[in-house]
């Protein structure tokens, strides 16, 4: 068994790499080539910078893991413009960001542990999960006026 493998950061993000790859299939076929692919390659993404992570030491690992929260960060928008979009249900979307949340607390705790061990300590905790970030974004536009034009 491969080191990475008993990760449960590990084993979260091949599991939404599946799901991502799942959801892509959905996605109606002009979408496909590009939102599509871009979904697949992040979610793949994921999972592989976590299992380069878990081989590398120091810089390279870290490296490896924040590379692999930039590319869950362009999974959860994605998810995000296809859901505002309206090609991902509210069931699925909230699945599949059950699925991002889970996966970015452990990637964070893989990130906290680099450092405990000797690692730079560049990052804090997050202040807000993807859910409250999105929350908070929808609160704060103002509606749209005449035409669909925010207000300036």
Do not use: N
């Amino acid at each position: 068994m491969a080191s990475y493998a008993g990760l449960k950061a590990w084993q979260h993000a091949r599991r939404l790499a599946v799901e991502c790859s799942r959801a892509a299939q959905c996605l109606p076929h002009p979408e496909q080539a590009a939102l599509g692919e871009q979904l697949r390659r992040a979610g793949y993404t994921v999972a592989l910078k976590i299992a380069a992570g878990a081989g590398g030491s120091g810089g390279a690992r870290r490296e490896a893991f924040e590379m692999a929260q930039g590319a869950l960060a362009e999974v959860e928008t994605i998810l995000g413009i296809a859901h505002d979009l309206g090609y991902v249900s509210s069931r699925d979307f909230a699945r599949l960001e059950a699925w991002c949340e889970e996966t970015a607390k452990l990637l964070y705790g893989l990130l906290k542990k680099t450092e405990d061990s000797g690692g730079p300590a560049t990052r804090s905790a997050p202040s807000a999960t993807p859910r409250e970030r999105t929350a908070a974004s929808r609160t704060s536009e103002s509606p749209p006026g005449k035409y669909g034009k925010r207000p300036r």
